[in-house]
């Protein structure tokens, strides 16, 4: 995987250096850029996971019912299928690799890693309702780290950490924000998509940008092997970006390339943009999925 960017860092003076910090991630169900996350934060010396957060796999509306007719009626029948068979076969082969043990460093799912680690999980709905505002300031984290959660926070969630909410963001910014970057890429014919770290604030992937990193797009690439190195990537950075919070150091804010650099904002894909799509690429294969469940070459 190739890797192109930077991470620029300011010292300060923090209140207690060396001291982990207390960490809630925020989870999306079933989703795999999630359990990598998860995989690869749960020993991190710099942080104490007191709680994993799950959100449904689809968002909720405000009357509070799963909104499937919806995002079926917005995707398309087509994408919403395959989107639901590329969870079944994920399942699968989890429960394969579960029964017959490949490899010691699997990506293990969220549940099963939780309860190996004794990590309480609380699965709401409503990231924004009252009751979960209640359950977070309980917990009082330092730091609060979205793990391609897919609901957007409201001001209300986000003052609650000591020191802010941090975003994993599966695509490059300013030029890809809004959901599932890594397909879009694909579906724009670029030739490297991104993975960025930012600060969330009340817009959308518009927070106060720290790190990020390019990953070149090779041939044949499907966008679920695109989240994949995003996660991967994206974990790499999150770990500096603890580890400096936990040393002494904050995070400076990136500096655009150049004042031209672009910013755009993607929406979920619908009927449309999934066609073009799939007339040119592939959506994910089942043995990349296996690889990476498995901790083939992508751990290494």
Request: aromatic content about 10%; proline content about 6%; some cysteine.
């Amino acid at each position: 995987m190739q890797l192109t960017g930077f991470l620029n860092i300011i010292n300060v003076v923090a209140p207690q250096p060396n001291t982990p910090l207390r960490a809630v991630i925020l989870y999306s169900a079933g989703h795999l850029g999630s359990a990598i996350l998860f995989n690869r934060l749960v020993k991190s010396p710099d942080i104490t996971l007191c709680a994993i957060i799950k959100t449904p796999a689809l968002p909720y509306t405000h009357k509070g019912k799963q909104s499937l007719r919806h995002h079926l009626k917005r995707t398309g029948w087509r994408f919403g299928w395959l989107m639901l068979w590329q969870r079944i076969v994920q399942t699968i082969l989890y429960g394969i690799h579960l029964l017959f043990p490949a490899r010691t460093r699997a990506i293990l799912p969220g549940w099963l890693l939780a309860k190996r680690h004794q990590i309480p999980v609380y699965f709401t709905r409503s990231i924004n309702s009252r009751t979960f505002r209640k359950q977070l300031r309980e917990l009082a984290p330092d730091i609060v780290i979205s793990a391609f959660c897919n609901q957007i926070l409201k001001p209300e969630i986000i003052a609650i950490p000591r020191l802010g909410t941090l975003n994993v963001h599966p695509g490059w910014l300013p030029a890809y924000r809004g959901a599932m970057s890594y397909f879009w890429v694909l579906h724009n014919g670029e030739d490297q998509a991104g993975v960025s770290i930012h600060w969330i604030d009340e817009g959308i992937d518009t927070g106060t940008l720290l790190a990020r990193r390019k990953i070149s797009l090779k041939t044949g690439m499907t966008q679920q092997m695109v989240m994949i190195r995003s996660a991967l990537a994206g974990s790499i950075l999150l770990k500096h970006l603890l580890h400096m919070l936990v040393t002494g150091k904050t995070p400076a804010s990136i500096k655009e390339e150049s004042p031209q650099e672009s910013s755009a904002y993607f929406p979920a894909p619908d009927h449309a943009a999934f066609d073009g799509y799939f007339n040119q690429h592939r959506f994910f294969r089942i043995r990349d999925t296996w690889r990476i469940i498995t901790g083939a070459r992508f751990l290494r």
